[in-house]
């Protein structure tokens, strides 16, 4: 008879070995699924994973694609990752992105045709606002009315949605683009466009903000009063109570933070990649995020790893599209294993199985 037994601590070997077994387990599960579709197994797990980084015919393309596709996920899942620690479960990250990026192609917009050099910084403070009052609506709501900040900020993502369809075909609609939805090509306007810093590198100012945010985040858990607020609220909150530690404080700074990245991840992936505001500008970024977060363990370091990961699977999932005929879905579902065989393996932390011979009566 198999059963689970609750360890007296949990196992920091399972801790850290649960995200490479979640890896593991995802290559052979989406290896029978890459067979039953029609393709093969272990040539689509090399496309997806070693190509984009080492053949010869795609990696000159796809090493700065990694860095593009890593910053905004590393940026969002930053901001998550504090609020997870806290307890505070803000599901709505891909609502603040397209807030962000509403408010900061708005704010370089207004500009247009203007040269200024203050215009990109002002973006960036446009897009940081935005996705912070856009997040602060389910903190507001939780600490005033205790309402689910988990139910409160995903439906705030179909708004946003609905609002970017909005902008596109109105506000911010391009006034010479023959009557098509979506707004001026931002990386066509200098003063407001995201480029790179190190030319051929994907390197832009959207990943450099990524990684001072991974050291902004180590610093501010380890070593700062509020992050051992955050820890301490998350893992113990009627000791937090205790020691003086106030919920609603916690609740408006981490969502707050977690707002903040988000809407500058928005609003650099609009100024740059994108270039411009369209229907279809959101592409799923702040929803990944979660699983970079706890694919990364929380941890600032496993979030900066988890999103590079994450984006390989991105970037040699559309090599697997194109080349072997993989259909995105399947692609896709591959990357939800992650999260999936994350959480099922995250039972040993606190479980061990035992074996016992079952009892007759």
């Known amino acids: 008879m198999i059963r689970l037994e609750k360890r007296a601590q949990p ?7 649960t ?12 290896g029978i699924m890459f067979a039953a579709l029609g393709s093969d197994p272990f040539e689509a797990i090399r496309t997806i994973f070693w190509d984009p980084l080492f053949s010869e015919q795609f990696a000159a393309y796809s090493r700065p694609q990694l860095l593009v596709k890593a910053g905004p996920l590393i940026l969002i899942a930053i901001g998550l990752s504090l609020g997870f620690k806290a307890g505070i479960w803000n599901i709505g990250a891909e609502g603040q992105y397209i807030i962000g990026a509403i408010c900061g192609a708005g704010m370089g917009l207004a500009f247009y045709p203007s040269e200024s050099f203050v215009i990109f910084p002002l973006m960036i403070l446009a897009g940081a606002l935005g996705g912070w009052a856009w997040a602060m609506i389910p903190a507001v709501l939780k600490v005033r009315f205790g309402t689910n900040e988990i139910l409160v900020s995903l439906m705030l993502v179909y708004v946003a949605e609905n609002l970017l369809a909005s902008v596109s075909s109105g506000l911010l609609k391009n006034p010479d683009g023959m009557g098509f939805p979506g707004s001026r090509n931002l990386q066509q306007y200098p003063a407001a466009a995201n480029l790179e810093i190190f030319q051929s590198t994907g390197m832009h100012w959207g990943v450099l903000s990524a990684f001072i945010a991974v050291i902004f985040a180590y610093v501010l858990l380890s070593r700062h009063m509020f992050g051992f607020q955050i820890r301490l609220a998350g893992e113990a909150p009627r000791a937090a109570r205790f020691a003086g530690v106030r919920p609603s404080r916690i609740v408006f700074l981490c969502l707050g933070i977690a707002g903040a990245l988000a809407g500058m991840a928005g609003m650099f992936e609009v100024a740059g990649p994108a270039g411009q505001i ?3 500008f959101n592409s799923g970024y702040g929803f990944t995020a979660i699983i970079v977060a706890f694919l990364g363990r929380l941890h600032p370091i496993g979030i900066l790893f988890a999103g590079l990961l994450m984006a390989l699977t991105y970037i040699g999932g559309e090599l697997a599209s194109l080349m072997l005929g993989i259909p995105s879905a399947a692609i896709q579902l591959f990357q939800g294993m992650l999260l999936f065989f994350l959480l099922a393996t995250d039972v040993f932390i606190n479980f061990r199985i035992r074996f016992s011979k079952r009892e007759v009566v």
Not at 19 to 30: K, Q, R
């Open 11 to 17: 196992s920091q070997f399972w801790t850290f070995a």
């Open 19 to 30: 995200p490479f077994l979640a890896v593991i387990m995802t290559m052979i599960v989406g």
């Open 278 to 280: 369209t229907i279809d």
